[in-house]
């Protein structure tokens, strides 16, 4: 299991190093994202940027909202992991349109799981 412990003093630390940790993570999840997801590939491109000029919080008002309606439209273009490393698929009831698939990898789970999100029993009931 990853761990996610050494977060846990974020809290403790001054604005300005909050802040910049925040930064440093907005960055490295966009940089992912324009890397790994043919959705956030393509949403940039069309949009005229680069993963690099998303670099604080307040550059996320330079992309567009991401609505159910593209989840619905662009589900699988959303996984930015391989299709292998899927350990879990959860759907939305469907009662307001299409159902939506999210899929989730083992590192999602534990991310969930350290962040009081999943329950750890479940976890290993996937056999993961």
């Known amino acids: 299991m990853f761990d996610f412990t050494h977060q ?3 809290a403790l630390r ?3 190093a909050i802040a910049t940790e925040q930064n440093r993570l907005l960055s490295s999840h966009v940089a ?5 997801s043919p959705f956030y590939r393509r949403l940039f491109a069309e949009q005229g940027l680069e993963a ?3 670099q604080r919080l307040e550059d996320l ?7 159910k309606a593209d989840l619905e ?10 299709e292998s490393e899927i350990v879990d698929l ?3 009831s469907g009662t307001t349109g299409p159902a939506v698939a999210m899929m989730q990898s083992a590192r999602d789970l534990e991310r969930e ?13 996937l056999n993961v």
Not at 32 to 36: G, S
Not at 73 to 82: P, Y
Not at 113 to 125: G, N, Q, V
């Open 8 to 10: 846990a003093d974020l």
């Open 14 to 16: 001054s604005a300005e």
């Open 32 to 36: 992912y994202a324009a890397e790994h």
């Open 52 to 54: 690099g000029d998303i």
């Open 61 to 67: 008002r330079s992309l567009p909202m991401t609505t």
């Open 73 to 82: 439209r662009f589900g699988d273009d959303f996984l930015a992991v391989a």
């Open 90 to 92: 959860c759907l939305t």
């Open 113 to 125: 799981i350290a962040e009081s999100r999943f329950r750890e029993d479940l976890y290993y009931r």
